[in-house]
Structures are given as C-alpha cells and as structure tokens.
C-alpha cells in the first residue's frame, strides 16, 4: 500500500509503488516518477445524497486519486500536517481538516449539523475505517491530543476540533454559558460533547 509520511510540518509524502493514494484536488504541489492522477469523484459517494453534501460543502471535498510510482507532495495553505495510522479502527474527521489517506479504508460522509444559524457553516464529518493512514490538516499549529475518559467527557467548540479516534459518541450541547463570555453568544451556536474513551483531535486556530 502507498505510504504517508510528514515531509515537514507543512507538506505530506505519499510514496507510491504501483499504489495510489487519495487526496483533496488541489492539494497537491509537487511529483516526482511516473504518476497518473485522476478525479475519485466526491468522498461521501455518488448519488442524490452526495451532491447536495457537495454543494452545500462548497465542492472542498472533490477527491483525486494519485496512482503509479513515484512520490507525490501534498499542502494546504501553509497549514500543519499529522499521519495517523489507523489498524482496523475509525477516525471521524471534519471533512475540512482531511488531506489525504492511503490503504484499505473506507469513507463516508455525514452532516452534523450547523455550527451556528448566523454564519449557516455546516459541520461535515468524514468517517474513515479500516487498515492504512490518514493525514490531516490543523491550521494555527499542530494538532492538540486530549485525551477522553468515561469520567471526564470533552467539549470543544466546532471550529476548533479536527479528529476523534477510539470508542466515542458525539452529542450537541446548546447551552454554551462560555459563548456569552466571549462575546459569542446569539443562542443559536452550540458545542460538541464527547462521551466514552479515546482521543479527540484539535486545531489551535479557529476555521
């Protein structure tokens, strides 16, 4: 299968040997060898269902696949950039943060919901099970690892979290009294909660 690797902070390796890999379209900045690059259509599938998730996620979501030998250099706007390696196990990711993946895994699409009804965002989460790696993108700095207990459930504001691994369940909270204090509160925004064991992935900057 192809391999992923952080080439620097900033920019993902994929080493290919008669392998692909599938990326953003339009992450990629570089190649070297013999590489073909196609269009893997939408994330979430085909169908009804995939393209209103397509216009309703503006179309950052359209795929391409990076096959043959060679390497094939990835970025995103200067953001950061974490592999993770998943072996038989899911990582629901903000479709947003999602760069690229390789090896057996699946994905699919799902909508969250709206960050808030004044900006109308909506919160799309791909879901990624299997054997191979997935890399992502964190914007402000690298990615920030909390980990979740049955004792201790997380809540992250939407536009902050980037990943969740292990045995979770996510639920809204409306009821924000830290929004009011910042300044942000219009009643219609609301938080994610996470319940379980595992790790949930932030970003230091906001979206």
Request: aromatic share 8%; with cysteine; hydrophobic share 40%.
């Amino acid at each position: 299968m192809a391999q992923l690797f952080e080439k620097s902070k900033k920019v993902i390796e994929a080493q290919l040997a008669g392998t692909s890999v599938r990326a953003i379209s339009g992450s990629m900045v570089a190649y070297e060898g013999n590489v073909q690059f196609k269009s893997a259509g939408f994330g979430g599938g085909d169908g009804v269902l995939a393209g209103l998730k397509r216009r309703a996620t503006g179309e950052s979501l359209s795929l391409m696949e990076c096959g043959g030998q060679g390497k094939v250099y990835f970025a995103v706007n200067g953001q950061n950039v974490t592999v993770v390696n998943l072996n038989n196990e899911t990582l629901q990711v903000e479709s947003q943060q999602l760069l690229a993946f390789a090896g057996n895994l699946r994905s699919s699409v799902t909508f969250a919901g709206l960050r808030g009804a004044t900006t109308g965002a909506g919160l799309f989460t791909t879901t990624v099970t299997g054997v191979g790696q997935v890399a992502l993108l964190s914007a402000g700095g690298p990615l920030i690892h909390l980990e979740v207990s049955p004792q201790y459930p997380l809540v992250v504001d939407p536009d902050a979290f980037v990943a969740a691994r292990g045995n979770l369940n996510q639920s809204f909270v409306t009821d924000v009294s830290w929004r009011d204090a910042m300044g942000q509160g219009a009643g219609e925004a609301f938080s994610l909660r996470w319940d379980g064991q595992g790790v949930v992935l932030i970003q230091p900057a906001e979206r």
